[in-house]
C-alpha cells in the first residue's frame, strides 16, 4: 500500500525565521513530487513541485528531494504569517493512480 | 485562482439518497481528477477521467461513480449515501493525464 507520511504538527515557527516541513514516501516507483498549501476551509494549492533529487528554489520556497532516501523536504524562508496554513505533501507514480496525500502539517507563523 | 470551477458549494444529503457533484475543468485541460477529503485527512484519490473515459481509479466502492463530457466538464455521482461520505469533494484539473493537477474551490457535503 502506497504511503505518504507527514508530522501534522502544529508546527510552530517565528516569523522571518526559515520553517521546514518533512515528507517520506513508501512507494519506491513515485516518480512525481508535490507541496500544496491548504488554508482552513479552502481547497489545495499549487505552490512546488520537484521530479529529480535534489533542491528546487522558486523564490522563498525550496523543495528538496531524495529518492534514495524516499524523503520530500520544502523549506519556507522568511517566514510570514500568511504562511500559516496545513501543507500537503502528495506523490505520483505516473499512471493512473492519482495523486497519493499525506495528511498535512499544519505550519503557525507567529508574529 | 485556478479557473476550475465546482458546484454546488454545499449540500446537505439524509443517509441513502444520492448526489451530484458538478466540475468545470480549465480552459485547455483534458483530464479531471476527483478526490474526497474527510476532516484532518489528506485528499484520496477517487476517479480520474481523460477525453470522456475513466482512466484510473482509486480504492472506492462503485456506487461512486462518474463522468466527464465532450467540453471536458464533469460530474461525480454518489448514490446510497453513507454518514462517512461527508466530506469536502475536491475536482483537480490538469492539462492532461500526467501533468499538475489543479484544485476547484470544492464541494462540501453532509450526510445526515
Known amino acids: 500500500q502506497k504511503e505518504v507520511e507527514q508530522n501534522s504538527g502544529p508546527l510552530s515557527v517565528p516569523e522571518g525565521a526559515i520553517a521546514s516541513l518533512n515528507c517520506t514516501y513508501s512507494?519506491?516507483?513515485?516518480?512525481?513530487f508535490f507541496w500544496y498549501r491548504q488554508y482552513s476551509g479552502k481547497s489545495p494549492e499549487l505552490i512546488m513541485f520537484?521530479?529529480?533529487?535534489g533542491d528546487k528554489e522558486d523564490g522563498r520556497f525550496t523543495a528538496q528531494l531524495n529518492k534514495a532516501s524516499q524523503y520530500v523536504s520544502l523549506l519556507i524562508r522568511d517566514s510570514q504569517p500568511s504562511d500559516s496554513a496545513t501543507y500537503l505533501c502528495?506523490?505520483?507514480?505516473?499512471?493512473?493512480?492519482?495523486?497519493?496525500f499525506g495528511k498535512g502539517t499544519h505550519l503557525i507563523i507567529q508574529p | 485562482e485556478t479557473g476550475v470551477t465546482q458546484s454546488p458549494t454545499h449540500l446537505i444529503k439524509t443517509r441513502g439518497q444520492q448526489v451530484t457533484l458538478r466540475c468545470s475543468s480549465q480552459?485547455?485541460?483534458?483530464?479531471v481528477s476527483w478526490y474526497q477529503q474527510a476532516l484532518g485527512q489528506g485528499p484520496q484519490f477517487i476517479f480520474q477521467?481523460?477525453?470522456?473515459?475513466?482512466?484510473g481509479r482509486g480504492n472506492f466502492p462503485p456506487r461512486f461513480s462518474g463522468l466527464q463530457f465532450p467540453n471536458y466538464s464533469s460530474e461525480l455521482n454518489v448514490n446510497a449515501l453513507e454518514l462517512d461520505d461527508s466530506a469536502l469533494y475536491l475536482c483537480?484539473?490538469?492539462?492532461?493525464?500526467?501533468?499538475?493537477?489543479?484544485f476547484g474551490p470544492g464541494t462540501r457535503l453532509t450526510v445526515l
Open positions: 483537480a484539473s490538469s492539462l492532461d493525464r500526467d501533468d499538475w493537477q489543479f
Open positions: 512507494d519506491r516507483g513515485s516518480q512525481s
Open positions: 520537484i521530479y529529480s533529487n
Open positions: 502528495a506523490v505520483d507514480r505516473g499512471g493512473a493512480d492519482g495523486l497519493t
Open positions: 480552459s485547455g485541460h483534458n483530464t
Open positions: 477521467y481523460y477525453r470522456e473515459e475513466e482512466n
